[in-house]
């Protein structure tokens, strides 16, 4: 085990390992523990019964944080055109272009969130590498591809507090729902958001417990566990 510090130490002897804590409970720890200087982000993991090696066990959707993320979200779109110039009038950061497709072939994903219009999709396809793994990749399915009509509407959304979730291969899903810095109703709300989204998100070919453990922690701090049936009912 590696050495922890002071603070670290501090935190986590507010956490009784043992016990399941409600969301009200959970909430309010959260704020006990954040110890860093900068304000840590509040995320939420969440281990599901579910096999994702099905296509029919996938679990995938999109949610808008009633209270936002507490974050300054950089939204790059792939647009060009008409689209580009309603893109840039409706606040994205960044239009990207072939030089920016380039920059992102080589690596580069200094950005938050990605949206398509469907005519560059046959570039942004050739990206998949880069942005799939990093959950960047533009997909309909999330609503981050879409005509240049929408794209006013998607960029609002994205730097509102627009938060994509879905299952990993280990069958976990990781979700930031704000800020310590945020009162204790804001996280709640966006806390019961969350796990109203992942409760609709249910696959019907899954069988036994769905949510088989839910933790919540900040950036740097211990985790909180919750008890998966209050926080569900």
Not at 107 to 134: N, Q, Y
Request: net charge neutral; no cysteine; hydrophobic share 40%.
């Amino acid at each position: 085990m590696p050495k922890r510090g002071r603070k670290y130490t501090e935190a986590a002897a507010k956490v009784d390992d043992s016990k399941l804590y409600t969301k009200q409970e959970a909430v309010a720890l959260i704020k006990e523990t954040a110890f860093t200087k900068f304000d840590p982000t509040v995320e939420v993991h969440l281990r599901l019964g579910v096999d994702p090696r099905h296509a029919d066990q996938q679990v995938r959707d999109v949610i808008n944080l009633p209270h936002g993320l507490g974050k300054t979200v950089r939204v790059l779109v792939f647009a060009e055109g008409e689209d580009a110039r309603m893109a840039e009038e409706a606040g994205a950061d960044i239009i990207a272009d072939d030089e920016v497709i380039k920059r992102i072939q080589e690596g580069w994903t200094e950005f938050d969130v990605a949206i398509a219009v469907p005519s560059m999709m046959g570039k942004v396809g050739r990206l998949g590498r880069v942005l799939g793994p990093r959950g960047l990749m533009p997909n309909p399915r999330a609503g981050t591809v879409a005509p240049g009509a929408d794209l006013p509407r998607l960029i609002d959304e994205a730097k509102a507090g627009r938060v994509e979730f879905r299952v990993d291969r280990t069958s976990n899903v990781h979700v930031p729902i704000g800020k310590a810095s945020f009162t204790e109703e804001q996280l709640a709300d966006n806390l019961q958001t969350l796990l109203d989204a992942i409760n609709r998100a249910r696959p019907a070919a899954t069988k036994g417990i769905y949510v088989r453990r839910i933790t919540m922690a900040n950036t740097m701090g211990p985790g909180i566990r919750l008890d998966p049936i209050e926080a569900m009912s």
